[in-house]
């Protein structure tokens, strides 16, 4: 993922850029030789919003549910959504990417390391937080983690995955 550290690199070019502008914009009182003038926090946070923007990066997921269905199925049906789960997973029985979530929760899922796995609420949480930790045979450790969700975007797609039977 190279992702953060481009964001990383534009941020602190940025505010390079805008710590030297500031600097001169200030001749009035000159900041010590060595010394970069202080940024303004509200400026420095626009900064961060400017710089992703432009790079086309993904806003950070705040995890919030406030606008989620109270349902926790169409909540997860929802949050799938949100994550683009469905490019690489259908729920109509055929494999894209990766497996397909219809019959997934009860099914028992051979791995390319270790004992199969009879999929339950744990084995699915751990799936979608931590994909590398076990890989399911016939296919490969591409899915990114979702470390990020909250317990209640997970919840809510266990919930969904688990109706898809
Ligand atoms: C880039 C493609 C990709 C995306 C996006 C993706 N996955 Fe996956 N997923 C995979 C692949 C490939 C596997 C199988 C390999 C493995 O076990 O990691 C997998 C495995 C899983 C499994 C275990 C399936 C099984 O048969 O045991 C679950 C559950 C799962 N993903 C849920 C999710 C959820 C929820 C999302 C969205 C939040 C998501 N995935 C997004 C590719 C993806």
Redesign the pocket.
Known sequence: MTTPFRLLALLTITLFVVACSSGTDSKTTPTPEGTSPPIPAAADEALVELSANAIGAPTPNTGSTETLPEDPIEAGAE??AQ???T???TIDGTSL???T?KG?FGRN?EMTEGPSVK?DDAY?VE??RD??A???KG??????A?DY?SDEEIEA?VAY?RSLQ
Do not use: D, K, Q, Y
């Not at 296919?139 to 990114?144: K, S």
């Open positions: 949050v799938s994550n683009a789960c490019a690489c997973h990417v990766g497996p979530w997934l899922e999929v699915l799936s979608i994909p590398g076990r890989i399911v296919f490969t450790n591409v899915m990114p979702f969700l797609l995955i």
